[in-house]
């Protein structure tokens, strides 16, 4: 007989040992047991078609969107592959490809969106001041977080998994930062322009970074002591990121991910060839990055990442 919890907690422990990031990892083990208490909550056997469609239908009524549901059915059936191939479960996989959200009405249901942060909200990022609300005592770490995201287009967890010596200084064609933990552990070189480098480097003289810290260590960390130096959460990072917005332009709800957004749309308006702005963002496929494009809305149709930032923001910060 199949044990599901059982199958699930061997399924978990396999995931952590190939080095799965922890965001990720949590998004699994979530997933995985509000299914199974769903199943138990309906008296509803785990291994068949029947539940998952029904779990499928529960998520719909919910209001979950169709992306949603197709990551949540993607990872119930990668769980169940698993189960599989252990021999703990004799049977097909129920997750059928039937059930699995198709992928045009996907890309229909993501609407473009109604507004981006714009120059005039980017330059009053690029400022020096601080602006009111916003702690003396973190401020140059907080700005340094905000710029690296606007100017480097980095994903929540690529900024929190920055190191020091990730970092390259120098002039336009020569600064650059290494991501090496991408999506699916994918590596990339992302701009580092001049604005980003020097908001970088008065949070490095600032005293925030414990100074007895590695360049191998965390770049935008928490902390008082290099002993209780740590990453910040996902939550944490976006927390900021909207709180630190929202003081100094207004613009309310801006999570971490707002700001690749707004990389986006900049780099596109700016004449970054699409290709370019694929290569900066990670993506896999350009058919992603257009699509990315079309619900940025481009306002003009060549420059590169560096320089578009340099020459638009002067190194005070301020517009030129």
């Known amino acids: ?126 400022a020096s001041d601080r602006p009111s609300g916003v702690h003396r005592a973190n401020f140059h770490r907080n700005k340094a977080i905000i710029l690296t995201l606007l100017g480097c287009g980095l994903r929540n967890t690529e900024l929190r998994s920055l190191t020091l010596s990730d970092l390259f200084f120098g002039p336009e064609d020569e600064a650059k930062i290494l991501v090496r933990s991408g999506k699916g552990d994918k590596f990339r070189i992302v ?23 590695s360049d191998d260590d965390i770049l935008f960390g928490t902390g008082t002591t290099a002993e209780n130096w740590r990453m910040m959460s996902d939550e944490n990072l976006s927390t900021l990121c909207k709180r630190y917005i929202k003081s100094a332009t207004g613009f309310d709800n801006a999570r971490s991910h707002a700001c690749r957004h707004a990389f986006a749309s900049f780099n596109l308006t700016h004449g970054v060839p699409m290709a370019e702005i694929q290569s900066m963002l990670g993506h896999s496929s350009i058919t992603t990055t257009e699509h990315y494009a079309s619900l940025l809305r481009p306002t003009a149709p060549t420059a590169s990442g560096n320089k578009v930032f340099n020459d638009l923001f002067a190194a005070t910060g301020n517009m030129v």
């Open 1 to 126: 007989m199949f044990n599901a919890e059982q199958a699930m907690n061997l399924y978990l422990a396999d995931l952590r040992t190939n080095d799965m990031t922890p965001d990720t990892l949590k998004t699994y083990s979530v997933t995985l047991r509000a299914y199974l208490s769903f199943c138990e909550s309906e008296s509803l056997p785990a291994a068949e078609t029947a539940s998952v469609a029904a779990w499928k239908a529960r998520m719909s009524e919910n209001g979950n969107k169709l992306v949603t549901i197709s990551m949540r059915l993607n990872i119930l059936r990668l769980y169940f592959d698993f189960s599989i191939r252990c021999r703990l479960l004799q049977a097909e996989n129920p997750v059928i490809p039937e059930l699995m959200p198709p992928r045009k009405k996907i890309r229909a249901e993501r609407k473009p969106y109604s507004h981006l942060m714009g120059v005039e909200e980017m330059s009053a990022l690029f």
């Open 191 to 213: 701009p580092f322009p001049e604005p980003v480098q020097e908001a970088v480097s008065e949070y490095l003289e600032s005293g925030y970074r414990p100074s007895t810290l």
